[in-house]
């Protein structure tokens, strides 16, 4: 099989320009390039102040998309997030206005915090990447992703996304603190302004765009495929989970690893890929039993488990 020349180079450099801001966290960063070439969206879960919009805008800006954050607070309703229609009286007809939603990159900040109603106002752009109103179909801008975030220790006044919520999510990442280094070398580069303000742009969106579909024509193998839907299948037979991951678990754990070999620099797939990927592919779409959770076993603990109990191909 042969590599494809300048992948490795484009997605560094977008990495690169990325750790300007971000400091430390390269393997998250690479997550995210993963979900953004696979068309998927990003679920972030974890505490305020680890530089989740930070990390958006800094990729936003790197790749000249368009970004737009939304604040979810309980009185925020669904035509805020897709728009809605008004009578324009010059015109004699209705208008669209359009909703928060209509931008390449959207941050819908502490989703959980807003109504069932309004998250689920989220699912048919993210699946379809175009909203209906009042009949009437718009289509997102390309490229097109939603990161939303949500902090895993505060529970008061929050809605729990629903299940099928949380399966159009493409993954789930955590950042995580920063090393002391890290967070001394955050000090140095903020001491006089955000390095965000001159962060330049190095790829277009029609790069992103091309590089969408290059990705598809990245080839894995039939045993690797097998090798997936073990994983996948074995999630449903597990003690410790009263939901397995879904079919639709299994696809993006496929485009994931298919990604993750592109930004390596090769058109074939590896199982090291899979195995890289399955855990923030898949362990937000299973459910802990009750009895795991009082043992304070972790999805990732099952996922890292199923790895260790089926053999991978050897290609």
Known sequence: MSKMSKTPETIKNII??????????????????????????????????????????????SVSCSFKRIQFTPDIMPSDITGFSMFNQKLGDFEYHKGLIMSQFVLADEINRTSPKTQSSLLEVMEESRVTVDGNIYEMPAPFIVFATQNPIEYLGTYPLPEAQLDRFFMKISMGYPGKDEELSILERHAKSSPLSSLETVVSPEDIVLM??????????????????????????????????????????SRAAGA??????????????????????????????????????????????????????VL
């Open 16 to 61: 690169d320009n990325v750790e300007k801001v971000i400091i430390g966290k390269r393997e998250v960063v690479e997550l995210v390039i993963v979900s953004l070439l696979s068309e998927g969206h990003v679920l972030i879960e974890d505490m305020p102040g680890v530089g989740k919009t930070s990390l958006i805008s800094a990729l936003a800006r």
């Open 212 to 253: 969408q579909k290059e990705v598809q024509d990245v080839h894995i193998d039939s045993s690797v495929l097998e090798y997936i839907v073990a994983i996948t299948r074995a999630t449903r037979s597990q003690k410790s989970l009263l939901l397995g991951a879904s079919p639709r678990a299994t696809l993006c754990l």
């Open 260 to 313: 993750y070999a592109y930004i390596q620099g090769r058109n074939y797939c590896l199982p090291d890929d899979v195995m890289k990927l399955a855990a923030p592919v898949l362990s937000h779409r299973v459910i802990v039993s009750h009895e795991a959770r009082l043992k304070k076993i972790s999805p990732e603990n099952i996922i890292s488990d199923i790895l260790g109990s089926i053999k991978p191909p």
